[in-house]
């Protein structure tokens, strides 16, 4: 069976000043503090939110 790949996302950049939409996928994402870490799947719906923040997040494949 396949392994399935991860995502590691890391918030970088506070949400502060950011549209309730960014702020929203930060919190999908479930990032709150700065420099916490989330694994998560490598699905098109992940993807998503990730470009919707990707100037707030560093990430990372595996």
């Given amino acids: 069976m396949a392994k399935t790949k991860t995502l590691r996302i ?3 950049k506070s ?5 309730p939409k960014t702020r929203a ?5 479930g990032l709150r503090k700065i420099r916490q870490t989330t694994e998560r799947p490598d699905t098109p719906s992940v993807r998503g939110l990730i470009h919707t923040v ?3 997040v560093e990430v990372d494949e595996s």
């Fill in 10 to 12: 890391t918030l970088m």
């Fill in 15 to 19: 949400t502060i000043g950011e549209k």
């Fill in 25 to 29: 996928a930060v919190k999908t994402l």
């Fill in 54 to 56: 990707r100037h707030l």
